[in-house]
């Protein structure tokens, strides 16, 4: 059930229940008003203890939230982290060295400035840098984060990425799939990496990505398919 | 205007120069050795200008570190007298001397070895006491001498020169009255390569001319970089012969 | 200086690589040039130039001056490009004194009034104490690399198009017909100066560059936002339809063959060639659209009339 | 940190000196304030604060004896502002410049070029002031964004106000001829007929005055525009303008120039000069003087009210309030919504400027507030009535 | 009235709209919540760096003047504390001013309000409410909303109406800014508002549906 809200309109809830608000919804500090802030569909979930409330809306900047999952850029090196970039002219937060797999003092990371990370929000406060982990918490394992070496990044829409992440019924990257091997990591500050075998199949890769981003999902087939034969016929000259 | 004769039927310029004719130069280096680390003054034709490189030293600002190279900073000073009239603003942030501090800043930034010196600054000065035509080409000589006496590693030299083109005629190294007059092509080559670092086009040239333009600026160059070379190899010998005494 | 886009060590790599591959990220081959669409607004002289993701207003407007003391028979001409945050947030408002920027204003300057595109003599209304002032505005919109050549083709567009009110002089005394009075008059264009640039990239390491005789150096055409952040060098080359080179710039950047330089000149005198007559029709098709319904309004006001 | 007892939180109540509070929280300090009835500033809810004038101590032409006039000064009228700690001082100076009006026909007259105007062009018909505001903060630098925005304002709003005619301020040329005798006379077509025609045929070129403004303003303690304004119109209603004319041997003056081959002779520019001694009131339009009143909307936080007394406060909804003429940091800074009106006496508004970002600007207060600067208007017009 | 909007039409910024009425053209671009520089840095909300750049010519104190009035129309309408010690630059490119620029300001200033709402909601940056707004002038005791050109040459007053608009754009909350200048009375004034309010509501509901229709189109383009 959804339906498109703008900033100030009435929200529809059980007002009984407690709610638990997520993104694009605002209670104001001295009302105790509910208000949506973004304009974009309103979903609610219901659920026998409580209910959660939020807007579905589109944006390109990212604000860290914690538990994402984030593709970022290694931008400076201090003494005890690194300042990592997850969006031009956002503010950077710090990647602690002490937040990667078997960290100790004397076991030091070893990425460079400009390397790309994958990466978890471990804490994002308004006031303060967000911080990231390379690490799974619980187990203390990789669980997958880490450098990513190669490939090439897309920007990308911060829905588009997260229906890229989310939704198992997109269908873009079994299509691409369907082409050839790729390696990805999707963070949900609108950027994509993508790693293939050749630099042709991650370039047909990079503007599959960019163009099916503005198209309907039924020509998916048909760009990704263009732009992988595009590739290989100058690959070939 | 049409008072002078740019290119009379004999052949000859203004100047009395042939067309392929280079001005005088003059160059010496070292001249500044307490005020900077490499110095050189340059005479070419009515162009005077004096060279200070300072570094690789350790930036004043943290912004100008850079750890994976040196910066290169060039500053162009031309005075207020360098030319008959005396001008009577300051010529320091006037867009064609910022234009002019840019493209010298990338010339060199892509012949220095800068990689060898991370975290420092190399601070070019140069300072003109008289111009008189083809101004960028000469400043170029004189930061390459520079540059050499100040002991910083470059992969060639880069020799610059302008040329003139008078109806079809090229004219090599043009002064200040042919400037004005004819359109004039500035070059700045690498060592003895038909590699052009810089190349400056200002006014108006028939696209079929450029060709012999550039092959005559080219040659040119190549005659200024010998020139550099000797007034170098004859100051090193120099030094040497000192402390073998 | 504001903050500088970030960019990673393998998108850097990767551009290289298929740039050794011959391929470039946006699916153009290395000499094409983005297709240029031209839209006029409802006034003389409002153009809007769009180069794939690049996009530059440019608005012409003129008024009465003085001319200056030592120029009495000429009139006045400014370009103004200032860059505002608009065009993404790497720009900063109102200053142009960063490299890049320089470089840019520069450019045009020498591209087109320097080069006398304008007939500034046609300005002068009363020699020595009346002139017209033609100004253009540069807006930048957005911007996905080539401001420098979308600004050329905005402002010769723009001049092209604009009218300026048509004067009458008795004596000292100037009249200035308003435009829905009497038909504006063009101004007088004596050449239309285009600007193509190159970037060069360099696939080997620096040495091979200056001392090896490979000439492997790529150079491409019209280079997009990623590829001008990337790029080690660049020229930019001005030409006319008269196969004249108005201006040429490569400041310093990565040193290339002489003859390989030539060969860009003639590349770009095929663009200019085609860009000069996408101009000259869309003015003219712009023009006719006009002229149409002036004819259908003076005609309605002849039956009025009846 | 040594203490183990975690326990045993004592939790201290701080106080802190009114001083100090209003440093730290002045949104607090402003409603305890509010609460009581009374502003930071002592003064009451509408109360204004005091405002004394000094009309054209600093003009070159002063009131009462026109003879003893400075003539190396340049200011042509003046006001000297105080309210409450702020001073605002004001001098107007001009200007003259060629018209350069685009003229529809070939020549038309003057009463036919006035009609066709009217009506269809109601702001052509008057002119605006070129105001420079300072505000003085110690130190100098590039104009702050406050005083370019209090400049434009003044600008526009004289303009939209239809303070000055474009017809007061055309100057009425005279000629300066030379008698046999030697003696130079300058004549001007108001007073004499024959000089009115003869300059007609001299000259087709038409000047007129621009008058600027520079206000500089000392000790700022608070919003300033509706001082500045008010310093700006008593300084105008004061102004006069010197006679201006043209020497006759001046008028045929003609100049050869050439460039590259090319010559044309040009009419040298007229020499208009100013005369020394002469000088005309400068005409505004009376009904068109207003003058500037600032106002702020807040609503009154029963949270944040000292709680003497225990009433329920549940059922209090929160009331916008009106305080007139704003001032202080603490007001200034807490209070988001503000109406600046320009009145006069009558009720004929001039200018209105609401700035809703905090509380709600309701139609009462909307009336109030123009109540009470209407009753202001009548104060300060007094202040320039020649006393009684 | 007809008005002309759309959204999302510039790349390389967050946010952009372009809104047109008559012959009033301008563009805006919002970008942020970004990294502001040391001397904007707000310690509990988002700075906003406001820049309005003229058709013609170089921005001026008249421009200022807009910008400071559409600080005071913004600032309140966003979500600023959400947002501590970051930056939120808002640009607007004045295409065409459809008005004399030396007299008038009221017709750029209404379509910058009117643009910047639609390029902030765009950016996805918080907004607490919807606000549009309208110029009216007064020609001769006749009252006119959105006056043209013409109109604002001829008439005695003029005046710059921009509301908050809370509740599916039905609820005026409160007003954000009005901006009168000429001769006029109160009751003027009073008609000045309720006309405006009028006005300042259908206009909001246009905006609603160009953005409306954007989110709509954008759920059926990626339904899979």
């Known amino acids: 059930m959804s339906t498109v809200v703008f900033p100030g309109d009435q929200l529809h809830y059980d007002e009984n229940k407690p709610l638990n608000i997520g993104p694009g919804v605002y209670c104001d500090p001295k009302s105790q008003k509910v208000l949506p802030i973004n304009a974009g569909s309103a979903v609610v979930s219901d659920s026998k203890k409580d209910q959660s409330l939020y807007i579905d809306y589109d944006s390109k900047r990212y604000i860290p939230a914690v538990g994402d999952l984030v593709v970022g850029i290694i931008v400076g090196q201090y003494t005890d982290s690194y300042k990592v970039s997850l969006s031009s002219f956002s503010t950077s937060v710090t990647l602690p060295y002490m937040a990667f797999p078997n960290a100790s003092k004397k076991n030091k990371p070893t990425l460079k400035i400009g390397d790309l990370v994958y990466a978890r929000v471990s804490s994002a406060e308004k006031e303060l840098e967000a911080e ?33 992440l989310f939704d198992n019924s997109f269908p873009l990257l079994p299509i ?26 991650t370039l047909a890769c990079y503007r599959s990505i960019l163009d099916c981003q503005s198209l309907p999902v039924s020509n998916h087939k048909n760009v990704v398919k263009e732009n992988f034969s595009k590739v290989s016929k100058v690959a070939e000259a | 205007m049409s008072r002078f004769e740019i290119y009379s039927p004999e052949g000859l310029r203004v100047d009395g120069r042939r067309w392929n004719e280079l001005r005088r130069f003059d160059c010496s280096i070292n001249t500044h050795s307490h005020a900077a680390d490499g110095s050189s003054y340059l005479e070419q034709g009515n162009n005077k200008i004096i060279t200070l490189v300072k570094g690789p030293k350790e930036p004043s600002l943290r912004s100008q570190m850079d750890p994976t190279k040196a910066l290169l900073k060039v500053s162009v000073n031309i005075t207020k007298f360098s030319k008959t009239e005396r001008s009577k603003t300051s010529h320091k942030n006037e867009r064609r001397v910022l234009e002019i501090q840019t493209a010298l800043t990338r010339t060199f930034n892509k012949n220095v070895m800068l990689h060898i010196y991370p975290r420092t600054l190399i601070d070019i000065e140069i300072h003109v006491l008289q111009q008189d035509g083809g101004l960028v080409g000469t400043l170029i000589n004189g930061i390459t001498l520079a540059l050499i006496d100040a002991g910083i590693a470059m992969f060639d030299y880069i020799s610059g020169v302008s040329v003139g083109l008078y109806d079809t005629t090229p004219l090599l190294e043009v002064n200040s009255l042919e400037e004005n007059v004819m359109s004039s092509v500035t070059l700045g080559v690498v060592g003895k390569t038909e590699k052009l670092s810089l190349l400056l086009v200002e006014d108006k040239i028939p696209l079929d001319r450029l060709e012999s333009v550039l092959a005559i600026g080219i040659a040119g160059a190549h005659r200024v970089r010998e020139l550099m070379d000797s007034e170098l190899r004859k100051r090193a010998e120099k030094r040497v012969a000192n402390s073998t005494n | 200086m504001a903050k500088d886009i970030e960019f990673s060590t393998s998108e850097n790599k990767f551009i290289l690589d298929a740039l050794r591959q011959n391929l470039r990220l946006d699916g153009r081959s290395f000499d094409q040039f983005r297709d240029v669409d031209i839209k006029f607004g409802k006034e003389y002289g409002d153009v809007t130039v769009t180069m794939g993701k690049t996009k530059i207003h440019c608005r012409i407007s003129c008024q009465i001056a003085q001319p200056y003391e030592d120029r009495p ?5 400014l370009i103004s490009t200032e860059t505002s945050p608009m065009a993404g947030p790497q720009f900063e408002n109102g200053n142009s004194t960063g490299e890049d920027e320089v470089l840019c204003v520069r450019i045009i300057e020498k591209a087109v009034r320097r080069s006398g595109a304008l007939d500034v003599e046609g300005l002068c209304i009363v020699a020595g104490s009346k002139c017209w002032a033609i100004r253009a505005d540069v807006h930048f919109l957005d911007c996905d690399g080539g401001l420098l050549d979308a600004s050329c083709i905005a402002v010769m567009t723009a001049l092209l198009h604009f009218k300026k009110p048509d004067i009458t002089v008795l004596g000292d005394r100037v009249t200035v017909h308003p435009t829905d009075e009497r038909e504006p008059v063009p101004l007088g264009i004596l050449h239309i100066p285009i600007c193509v640039t190159f970037s060069f990239f360099n696939p080997q390491d620096t040495e091979e560059n200056i001392k090896g005789d490979s000439n492997a150096e790529i150079a491409i055409i019209d280079a997009n936002l990623k590829e001008e952040l990337l790029r080690d060098g660049t020229l930019t080359v001005t030409l006319n339809k008269n196969r004249e080179v108005v201006q040429v710039s490569k400041a310093g950047g990565l040193p290339m063959d002489a003859l390989s330089l030539m060969e860009n000149c003639y590349k770009a005198y095929t663009i200019t060639e085609k860009l000069t007559d996408q101009i000259l029709a869309c003015v003219k098709e712009d023009d006719s659209k006009r002229n149409q319904y002036a004819g259908l309004l003076s005609s309605e006001n002849a039956r009025d009339a009846t | 940190m040594a203490s183990s007892e975690a326990d045993t939180v004592e939790v201290h109540p701080v106080t802190f000196p009114p001083q100090v509070l209003a440093r730290i929280s002045p949104e607090l300090s402003l409603q305890r304030h509010l609460s009581l009835g009374i502003r930071p500033s002592l003064k009451r809810f509408e109360e204004f604060r005091d405002v004394h004038i000094d009309q054209n101590t600093l003009s070159r032409y002063k009131l009462e004896n026109a003879a ?33 009006l685009p003229v529809e026909t070939e020549d038309p007259g003057e009463q036919e070029l006035e009609d066709l105007t009217k009506g269809r062009d109601e702001i052509s018909k008057f002119a605006p002031v070129y105001p420079l505001v300072e505000v003085e903060r110690g130190r100098v630098g590039a104009p702050t964004d406050e005083e370019m925005t209090i400049s434009q304002k003044l600008h526009d709003y004289v303009l939209h106000s239809g303070l000055i005619p474009k017809s007061s301020l055309k100057v009425q040329c005279g000629v300066r001829t030379t008698e046999k005798s030697g003696e130079a006379k300058v004549l001007y077509p108001d007073e004499d007929v024959d000089v009115s025609t003869s300059i007609r045929t001299l000259s087709q070129r038409k000047w007129s005055y621009v008058l600027y403004a520079k206000i500089v303003v000392f000790s700022r303690t608070g919003p300033v525009f509706d001082l500045c304004w008010n310093s700006l119109l008593y300084a105008l209603q004061d102004t006069r303008l010197p006679r201006a004319f043209i020497d006759e041997r001046a008028t045929d003056l003609k100049m050869t120039i050439r460039t590259r081959g090319r010559s044309a002779s040009v009419r040298e520019t007229y020499e208009i000069l100013c005369d020394p001694r002469r000088s005309i009131p400068l005409k505004i339009s009376r009904e068109s003087v207003g003058y500037a009143s600032s106002f702020g909307v807040i609503d009154l936080d029963p949270e944040m009210a000292l709680d003497q007394e225990d009433h329920d406060m549940e059922k209090e909804e929160r009331q916008p309030i009106l305080l007139a003429d704003l001032d202080t940091e603490a007001e200034e800074a807490c209070i988001q919504s503000t109406i600046c009106i320009i009145t006069d006496s009558n009720g004929n508004l001039k200018n209105i400027d609401i700035l809703g970002g905090g509380a709600r600007v309701t139609p009462a207060i909307l009336r109030r507030a123009i109540n009470l600067a209407q009753l202001r208007a009548r104060n300060l017009e007094f202040l320039t009535a020649p006393e009684v | 009235m007809s008005i002309i909007a759309s959204t999302g039409i510039l790349n390389h910024v967050d946010g952009s709209s372009e809104f047109e009425s008559h012959s009033t053209k301008v563009v805006c671009s919002v970008t942020g919540p970004i990294e502001p520089k040391a001397r904007q840095e707000l310690p509990t909300q988002l700075a906003l760096e406001i820049i309005v750049r003229p058709a013609k010519g170089v921005p001026n104190t008249r421009e200022k003047l807009i910008e400071d009035k559409l600080r005071g129309v913004l600032t309140p309408l966003i979500a600023r504390y959400l947002y501590p010690r970051r930056l939120c630059q808002i640009t607007f490119q004045v295409m065409e001013a459809g008005e004399p620029e030396l007299e008038f300001s009221q017709r750029e200033l209404s379509c910058c309000i009117n643009a910047a709402v639609l390029a902030l909601v765009d950016s996805g940056i918080g907004l607490l409410a919807m606000a549009s707004s309208v110029p009216l002038a007064i020609i001769k005791g006749q009252l006119v909303v959105d006056p043209n050109a013409q109109q604002l040459q001829e008439s005695q007053s003029v005046h710059t109406l921009a509301l908050e608009i809370t509740e599916s754009g039905k609820n005026v ?12 009375t109160q009751n003027e004034l009073f008609q000045i508002l309720s006309q405006g309010e009028e006005r300042c509501l259908t206009l909001v509901q246009e905006l609603r549906k160009v953005l409306g229709d954007r989110i709509n189109s954008e759920i059926i383009r990626t339904k899979t």
């Open chain 1, 132 to 164: 990231l982990e390379c690490v799974d918490a619980t187990t203390g394992k990789d669980a997958g984060y880490g450098l990513l070496d190669g490939g090439m990044t897309v920007d990308v829409t911060l829905k588009f990425a997260r229906h890229l």
């Open chain 1, 176 to 201: 691409l799939a369907k082409h050839t091997q790729f390696e990805i990591a999707i963070g949900v500050n609108g950027k994509i990496w993508i790693k293939c075998e050749e630099v042709k199949d």
């Open chain 3, 73 to 77: 028979f000429e009139g006045l001409f």
């Open chain 4, 68 to 100: 003893s006039e400075d003539s190396t000064n340049s200011v042509l009228g003046s006001n000297v502002l105080k309210s409450g700690k702020t001073f605002v001082i004001t001098s107007i100076t001009g200007g003259i410049v060629e018209e350069t």
């Open chain 5, 173 to 184: 909350q409160n007003i954000l800014l009005l901006d009168s200048t000429g001769a006029f």
